[in-house]
């Protein structure tokens, strides 16, 4: 088996490497330091497992892990993740990713994880490989080459009755997403959630053409109708996604080759704005009211932006962005704001002490809570307290 270990620090790569090393003596093990150079690495050699970081300089460990995974199918992806960077390690997970290793991490976990992978790997070396593996990379040739008819490049001599054969009655999906650039996990996230629909209702693929805009082909089997389906992937989408999005499903399709003009008239609509039942804005607004909500029924936890993001499962700066917009305040003062309007809730109790409010509040450190309580209302708990006792 070969391990390549992408991480931008040093001391990372090299720790696991020979921890990996010293145990495991028939595992080849690589590093790379960046995302580039690890998809040159996934270029040269047969890589079957990744350990990858998440936060790297350049390209990340998420943008790597969406271009490498469609035309290195058969890698296992172990995401390597500090605990502040945990919502994106959900959304590995949710993208494929077959596990993560929370930083920092002891020697127990790394060969426990590769215990794991190299069993595994060994049940699915002895499994007869390659009619499937030709299959898989037909199937990747086949969305490439309609990738670049649809966007009008040159396709050289490929014969697109190939496609057209297994697609004789179809409809055609469209999903643009309104999202942020800056943001790259939305269309990782619908083409994940996407493919998965198709392969159980029937076949077909979905391609990225262009950022945030997708567009793939489904012939449904059996008795499933266009409108269940798409009233099923929206639901999914709508559970999955935090920006607003357009999904586009077509009649059924008997002309293969209209597939260009269709998506142009997409497009067209798009740009006009006109409401039509195929375009349905499925923007997430209440997420904001969940966090919200997850805040104030956990005054005691620890309430970092870090953990409250990925319980609504937003990466921390989109989601302080988008708390923002939703409440004017940003979220460290608004977090503030709610632990001091309940500590003013149970100063009216006599029976619990300073001390336990604070605790009660999220202040473990009294002292502290006074400084903050002080802050805020211009006066110590005990005075507040004293003043509110004597109306």
Not at 122 to 147: M, S
Not at 254 to 273: C, G, N, V
Request: proline fraction near 3%; include cysteine.
């Amino acid at each position: 088996m070969h391990i390549l270990i992408v991480d931008d620090e040093r001391t990372i790569r090299e720790g696991l490497k020979r921890t990996i090393g010293s145990v495991f003596q028939d595992v080849n093990v690589s590093t790379a330091a960046s995302a580039d150079d690890a998809l040159q690495l996934l270029l040269r050699e047969h890589i079957h497992v990744v350990f990858l970081d998440i936060m790297m300089p350049g390209m990340n460990g998420l943008e790597l892990l969406a271009e490498a995974r469609h035309t290195h199918k058969g890698i296992k992806w172990i995401v390597v993740s500090a605990y502040s960077e945990f919502a994106y390690a959900q959304e590995a997970l949710r993208l494929g990713a077959k596990d993560y290793i929370l930083k920092p991490f002891g020697r127990d976990q790394v060969v426990q994880s590769v215990t794991t992978l190299l069993e595994e790997w060994r049940l699915e070396k002895a499994k007869p490989t390659g009619r499937g593996l030709l299959e898989q990379n037909l199937n990747y040739l086949r969305e490439a080459v309609f990738r670049r008819w649809v966007q009008g490049l040159d396709i050289g001599n490929f014969d697109l009755r190939s496609i057209r054969e297994e697609h004789e009655l179809f409809h055609l999906l469209a999903i643009k997403l309104n999202s942020n650039p800056e943001l790259t996990l939305g269309n990782f996230i619908v083409e994940n959630v996407t493919a998965e629909l198709i392969e159980r209702h029937g076949k077909g693929f979905l391609v990225n053409l262009d950022g945030d805009f997708l567009v793939g082909v489904i012939t449904l089997a059996g008795d499933m109708r266009g409108e269940e389906f798409k009233q099923e992937a929206v639901k999914q989408l709508d559970r999955c996604l935090q920006v607003p999005y357009q999904f586009y499903m077509s009649e059924l399709l008997l002309d293969f080759y209209s597939i260009p003009e269709e998506i142009r008239k997409f497009h067209k609509t798009d740009k006009e704005a006109e409401a039509d039942e195929d375009h349905v804005p499925a923007g997430k607004s209440d997420v904001i009211d969940i966090a919200i909500q997850y805040m104030k029924s956990n005054f005691q936890e620890n309430l970092s932006l870090e953990i409250v993001s990925s319980v609504v499962y937003l990466n921390p700066v989109y989601f302080s962005k988008l708390f923002k917009q939703k409440t004017g305040t940003g979220y460290k003062e608004y977090v503030t704001k709610l632990r001091m309007e309940r500590s003013e809730e149970l100063l009216s109790d006599p029976e619990l002490s300073i001390t336990r409010i604070a605790e009660l509040v999220g202040y473990p450190d009294v002292r502290h809570f006074t400084q903050v309580f002080r802050k805020h209302y211009d006066c110590t708990p005990s005075h507040f307290r004293a003043e509110k006792s004597n109306i």
